[in-house]
């Protein structure tokens, strides 16, 4: 069976820091690219970063409201991504999603997400 | 970046009735390899999203084939024949051709009438 599970959120200060961790099994994790959406609370869904798999090159890509403070990385001998988030802003409050994320025939999975609320 | 426009934004359907969601795309989602990578997501309250569909009409598996995806170049539909209970929730709309981003719609409510 097929498990991604995100832990790690929690509430923190502005201009804090958080470290978002996602393990994964029941598929080839070395294979998969991998990436975070995020989800505000009443909103919609907003992909947050990327990062391919080693064999591609293992770089990342990030969206603009988020590039330069947050940072996607993995652990192939642990089956796990992780998103470090820096310099947090109330407007970073949201749901964060690890997903397979993708656009081709490659099977699509998610996690049931975990929650950052960044707030004084 | 590509914007994605869905409407409507919100959608009243009786049970057993059709139901159609547009997404129109600010550029053209044909890539350089002539495929087109635009994905529909339905996420239903309180879950995850699920992807239902991939490069437009693709049904990803356990998908009912009452949904069906349908589209080309900046313009695509989904299509969910005969509503049921259980097609409650938003349906996203993502395009995966000028990654990085990945951009989705604003998201479709669909609610039984």
């Known amino acids: 069976e097929v498990q991604l599970v995100e832990s790690g959120g929690g509430l923190v200060n502005p201009g804090g820091s958080l470290r978002l961790s996602c393990a994964a099994s029941?598929?080839?994790?070395?294979?998969?690219?991998m990436s975070w959406v995020r989800q505000a609370p009443g909103k919609g869904l907003e992909w947050v970063g990327r990062i391919k798999t080693k064999t591609d090159g293992g770089t990342t890509d990030y969206a603009a409201p988020v590039k330069g403070r947050f940072t996607v990385s993995r652990d192939d001998s642990k089956n796990t991504l992780y998103l470090q988030m820096n310099s947090l802003k109330t407007e970073d409050t949201a749901v964060y999603y690890c997903s397979t994320l993708n656009g081709v025939p490659l099977n699509d999975y998610w996690g049931p997400g975990t929650l950052v609320t960044v707030s004084s | 970046d590509v914007v994605m426009t869905q409407s409507p934004l919100s959608l009243p359907v009786t049970l057993g009735q059709p139901a159609s969601i547009s997404c129109r795309s600010s550029q053209s989602l044909v890539y350089s390899d002539g495929n087109i990578y635009l994905n529909w997501f339905q996420q239903r309250p309180g879950q995850s999203p699920r992807r239902l569909i991939y490069?437009?009409?693709n049904r990803d598996s356990g998908v009912p084939d009452r949904f069906s995806g349908s589209g080309s170049g900046t313009d695509f539909t989904l299509k969910i024949s005969r509503v049921e209970a259980e097609d409650v929730g938003v349906y996203y709309c993502?395009?995966?051709?000028?990654?990085?981003?990945?951009?989705f719609g604003q998201g479709t409510k669909l609610e039984i009438k």
């Open positions: 490069m437009v009409s």
């Open positions: 029941g598929f080839t994790f070395t294979d998969a690219w």
């Open positions: 993502m395009e995966a051709t000028h990654w990085p981003p990945y951009t």
